[in-house]
């Protein structure tokens, strides 16, 4: 397979009928078509969205979120942290390295990050670095999150009110 590399998505049309071949489309890019029907999203906005084409096809792809530090309940020091979103792989390229490249480019960025796994997607997870958090009722809200901690981050000590 050809060196594939992780690049920033543009939000256009193209990108959204490319988005339609994954199994976790939805509300998020829904609602990026509305902004497109309405012209407020330009070509060159900020897109939180990456992937990876293998020729002219997007065949993987990311959302990642930069949460500003301020709204950190998992880190400590606290500091701004990347919510990882959507990491999906069309089937034909599964087992190739293409989830793990997206995640290690996650992971360039050098900042914790979290991130809420599908179902049996665990053992991916683990196999990429990430841990359970301690389950908080409150902050969790019923997810359970996994989080990356680059070196000199530990994982913030949190209390249930239920202790």
């Known amino acids: 397979m050809e060196e594939l590399k992780v690049?920033?998505?543009?939000?256009?049309?193209?990108?959204?009928?490319?988005?339609?071949r994954f199994k976790e489309y939805g509300i998020q890019e829904l609602s990026m078509l509305e902004d497109l029907q309405n012209n407020i999203v330009e070509?060159?906005?900020?897109?939180?969205?990456?992937?990876?084409?293998?020729?002219n096809s997007l065949v993987a792809r990311m959302s990642l979120y930069k949460v500003d530090k301020k709204y950190d309940q998992y880190f400590e020091?606290?500091?701004?942290?990347?919510?990882l979103w959507k990491l999906?792989?069309?089937?034909?390229?599964?087992?190739?390295g293409l989830g793990k490249k997206l995640v290690d480019f996650a992971k360039s960025f050098q900042l914790p990050?979290?991130?809420n796994p599908r179902i049996n997607s665990h053992g991916f997870w683990e196999k990429m670095g990430f841990q359970k958090v301690t389950y908080n009722m409150e902050r969790d809200l019923g997810?359970?999150?996994?989080?990356?901690?680059?070196?000199?981050?530990?994982?913030k000590e949190t209390k249930n009110k239920a202790d």
Not at 47 to 52: A, E, L, R, V, W
Not at 77 to 83: F, G, I, K, N, V
Not at 88 to 95: A, C, K, N
């Open 43 to 55: 070509n060159d906005s900020e897109s939180p969205f990456y992937g990876i084409y293998y020729g």
């Open 143 to 155: 997810e359970n999150p996994l989080i990356w901690l680059p070196e000199g981050v530990k994982e």
């Open 77 to 83: 020091p606290p500091q701004d942290y990347l919510e």
């Open 88 to 96: 999906e792989v069309l089937p034909d390229f599964r087992g190739k």
């Open 113 to 115: 990050i979290k991130t």
């Open 7 to 20: 690049e920033r998505l543009l939000i256009n049309y193209k990108t959204l009928e490319e988005f339609k």
